[in-house]
């Protein structure tokens, strides 16, 4: 039924942009979920949808510290405080969960641990929140990496994915680039589920291919079919290409011999006909690569 609702009601579907009390959010006895904007709905409408669907408890985590409660009101409804000076820039540091975590308050001592000049946790919902990190001259650039998915999966027994954000200067742009970056790593991990760790610019590529048809995605897959099982080999150039083409840092990465790394390099611009060592042919054998590792249905 709650398809039918979406079908009906496509004109009214929140965007994320909206704040918490403009949207109506209902639910299914799947638990699956549609949000629609209350301006969009007539007082009967809205009537009728709630008594047909259950509004979800959404389990928000209250915050605790005046600084929380700040960054709550500033990301989750754009409140930007008068007169009140924040402390920028700052990076904003996404995460997702995947299984219950019981221990919320021990995550949040382990992650401030983890990121340097953390100032505040800001719960969305009940497995995913943002970390509002300090770029100030304490900060340390302390990037994601998969030792810190292993410690904390260890230590809470729950699945976690990152996105490190690009560096926030604006007070009038907070809101609104929270809300990208959000949707844009929901993108990305919904196009890639293997991946687990995202930094900066990276998401808009796997935001982009998420928004390509099923007959372009196969397109540029195809690209790809003389090297497709030859896993070393995909791996390979697609670190080359994230050490932005850096062949010594690649083969450094890799803990191979550099002459390894370019024999590799060479053979896949032999079997693909893509001379990676040319910025546009780099660009285009990154989205193919991204294409290729995609589990998206």
């Not at 929140?14 to 918490?20: N, V």
């Not at 605790?64 to 500033?74: A, F, N, Y």
């Amino acid at each position: 039924m709650l398809d039918k609702v979406i079908q009906k009601y496509a004109y009214a579907i929140a965007d994320g942009s909206e704040k918490t009390v403009n949207v109506l959010t209902l639910q299914d006895e799947n638990g699956k979920r549609v949000s629609l904007k209350r301006d969009l709905l007539t007082g009967e409408e809205e009537s009728l949808l709630q008594t047909l669907f259950e509004e979800p408890a959404e389990q928000f985590i209250t915050p605790v510290s005046k600084t929380e409660r700040l960054w709550s009101g500033i990301l989750l409804e754009g409140e930007i405080p008068a007169g009140k000076a924040l402390s920028l820039p700052v990076r904003f540091i996404h995460f997702s969960l995947k299984g219950e975590l019981n221990d919320r308050e021990g995550f949040a001592e382990a992650v401030h641990s983890l990121f340097s000049s953390t100032e505040a946790i800001v719960w969305s919902g009940p497995a995913d929140g943002v970390l509002v990190q300090r770029l100030d001259g304490d900060f340390e650039d302390d990037r994601p990496d998969q030792r810190m998915l292993d410690a904390l999966t260890g230590d809470f027994y729950v699945q976690i994915s990152f996105f490190a954000g690009t560096p926030q200067t604006e007070p009038g742009l907070l809101f609104e680039h929270y809300r990208l970056e959000k949707k844009m790593f929901e993108a990305a991990r919904s196009y890639s589920p293997s991946q687990h760790v995202f930094f900066e610019r990276e998401v808009l590529a796997h935001w982009l291919l998420s928004s390509l048809g099923k007959e372009t995605e196969l397109i540029l897959k195809k690209q790809l079919d003389n090297v497709r099982e030859d896993y070393d080999l995909l791996h390979s150039v697609r670190v080359y290409l994230e050490c932005n083409m850096n062949t010594s840092m690649a083969a450094k990465k890799m803990f191979v011999h550099r002459n390894t790394l370019q024999y590799r390099v060479e053979k896949f611009i032999e079997k693909t006909s893509l001379d990676i060592k040319q910025f546009p042919n780099a660009v285009a054998a990154y989205l193919m690569l991204l294409a290729l590792k995609s589990k998206k249905k």
